[in-house]
């Protein structure tokens, strides 16, 4: 437990990199993954990196087990008298209650441990404490409070933290209690005799072998006349399980174990666990074994859970690349097709067209430039109608894309593709203007007359060629190719500017969950150091 500062900021750097870590998208693996991350997280500010800073507190023992396992009584017991409520009501632990020795109470009044939970501590006439530690926990639900309390009859350099049922109904305790194993030196396990072969309270068993912590079990509430082959063939489950050498502490079901009683076991029935703890507390060999096991099962564990994340954190990537290529991809299809078809005409037509073969004589310039300017809008709303679809069936098929709302169809789309077109002619008929009022001729032509069969020329495409002849004759032909030029350079930024926008305007959710590649290089570079230093 002589860490290395380099080893501790090796472990600080790799907390970070964790805390980064974002997995917005619900891909299959990401619940687990972001478990994991609060797994870590929990690990390394409540434990790992407290611990390695400060070996000389005290040995933090942390009581688990389901629903009406009896680990409120069981502290009680440990502790002498009441200081978390036991009853008949569940879940009855709400507030965690963590008790020490009122000389260690300075290591847990601050927050070198479980800095995310407010302390609640007032000293008080005994009498007063054990009915507010009845009273008080029952009606508390503060999921960020942890009651600090202190006995002198607990041994210095031990504290006992009254967990949260790992099974509750509700769902902040059961996260709660997670969190709260995390920091343990010592996990003990807590189960009935009725139901030490539940799910729940293995899947913790199987974690802390995983972790390598230092654990005990205790089989609580095993009636006399079956505790000979209920303690059998739990040893067996445990053996099963690769967990055989595991302390187990038995203890008879009586009838201090009932809700609603004192609360109080006798003290012969929990000895054998008190001096276990006790010894680990007092004994520098036994705790330095409990604590050095428990670390070092947490960091050689994060050789396998980092790359875990890494994993989760490049999948994220994957996805939110997927569902970007999808979208950059029905745009730039539909911007090329867009322009094959101003190639071949197609804003030439309709209305459009019946005001091109009708000017000069049966319609104005300005009447031949609205229909032009309706038709390349009406285009171009089509584009992106089509692009639209392609994006929402391509996303129907990525579970990620749930988290993003894409807002299809867009009914202000029109609008803003109007305005766009708009704008566009305006330019148009300021370039015509200006290079009408440069020419060098008697009688300059009309500049909204120039800006109709330039629009014309550019937007009608085989169906207008006689645009740029008629233009030709009004500006010259050397003019007619300069603003010919200029022109499709400002219908080419336009029509990019109108896809890149609505392109824009449908990758933005996604964009605002900022899903990168960074935090899974830096995850990896952050645990290769760690190695380094291990």
């Known amino acids: 437990m002589d860490a290395r500062p380099q080893l501790i900021d090796a472990l600080s750097a790799l907390r970070d990199r964790v805390a980064a870590v974002r997995l917005p998208l619900p891909l299959p693996g990401a619940p687990r993954a972001r478990q994991t991350q609060v797994e ?6 409540d434990y790992l990196v407290p611990r390695l800073r400060q070996p000389e507190a005290p040995l933090l023992v942390v009581i688990g087990g389901s629903t009406g396992a009896g680990k409120s009584t069981l502290v009680n017991s440990l502790v002498g008298r009441r200081v978390s409520a036991a009853g008949v009501l569940r879940p009855t632990t709400r507030t965690p209650v963590l008790v020490c020795h009122p000389d260690d109470h300075h290591w847990f009044a601050g927050l070198r441990v479980l800095p995310q939970l407010t302390r609640v501590w007032q000293p008080q006439p005994q009498s007063q404490q054990e009915d507010a530690a009845t009273e008080g926990v029952q009606t508390e639900d503060d999921g960020n409070a942890l009651r600090v309390e202190t006995a002198e009859t607990l041994p210095r350099g031990l504290a006992l933290l009254d967990a949260p049922d790992i099974d509750s109904l509700v769902a902040g305790n059961r996260v709660l209690a997670a969190e709260l194993i995390c920091a343990a030196d010592v996990w003990v396990m807590v189960t009935t005799a009725s139901r030490y072969a539940d799910a729940v309270p293995w899947h913790l068993l199987r974690t802390a072998k995983e972790y390598d912590a230092t654990l005990v079990t205790v089989l609580d509430r095993v009636p006399h006349q079956v505790v000979a082959e209920v303690s059998r063939q739990y040893g067996a489950l445990l053996a099963k399980a690769g967990l055989g050498e595991v302390p187990r502490f038995t203890i008879p079901e009586l009838p201090e174990s009932a809700g609603g009683g004192s609360g109080l076991l006798p003290s012969t029935a929990v000895a054998p666990l008190r001096a276990w703890l006790t010894h680990r507390a007092q004994d520098p060999a ?3 074994q409990a604590m050095s096991r428990t670390a070092t099962g947490v960091i050689d564990s994060l050789d396998a859970r980092v790359p875990g994340l890494a994993g989760a954190v490049a999948a994220q990537y994957a996805a939110s690349v997927r569902l970007t290529a999808a979208v950059e991809n029905a745009y730039e299809k539909e911007g090329a097709r867009v322009r094959r078809r101003l190639q071949r005409g197609a804003v030439l037509s309709g209305d459009a067209l019946t005001r091109w ?5 049966d319609s104005s310039p300005g009447e031949l430039l609205d229909s032009l300017v309706e038709s390349l809008t009406a285009l171009l709303q089509c584009a992106v109608a089509a692009a639209d679809e392609h994006v929402a ?25 109007g305005m766009a077109a ?9 370039l015509a203007e200006e290079e ?8 300059a032509p009309d500049s909204e007359t120039v800006a109709a069969l330039l629009s014309a020329g550019l937007l009608g495409g085989r169906r207008a060629r006689g645009a740029g002849e008629r233009l030709a004759e009004r500006i010259g032909v050397i003019a007619a190719l300069r603003l010919r030029d200029k022109g499709e350079e400002l219908l080419a930024a336009c029509i990019d500017r109108v896809l890149n926008a ?11 969950l900022e899903v990168t590649p960074e935090p899974q290089a830096d995850l990896i570079a952050a645990l290769s150091l760690l190695q380094k230093e291990k």
Do not use: F, N, T
């Open 40 to 45: 870590l997280l929990a690990q390394l500010d």
């Open 286 to 288: 036994a705790r330095q």
């Open 357 to 361: 073969r009708g000017h000069p004589l």
């Open 393 to 417: 069936e391509a996303w129907r098929r990525e579970p990620a894309a749930d988290a993003v709302a894409l807002d299809v169809p867009d009914r202000e789309a029109g609008e803003r593709i």
């Open 422 to 430: 708009r704008r566009w002619r305006r330019v148009l008929e300021e």
């Open 436 to 443: 009408s009022r440069d020419l060098d001729r008697p009688a």
């Open 502 to 512: 609505e392109r824009d305007r449908r990758l933005a959710p996604l964009d605002a």
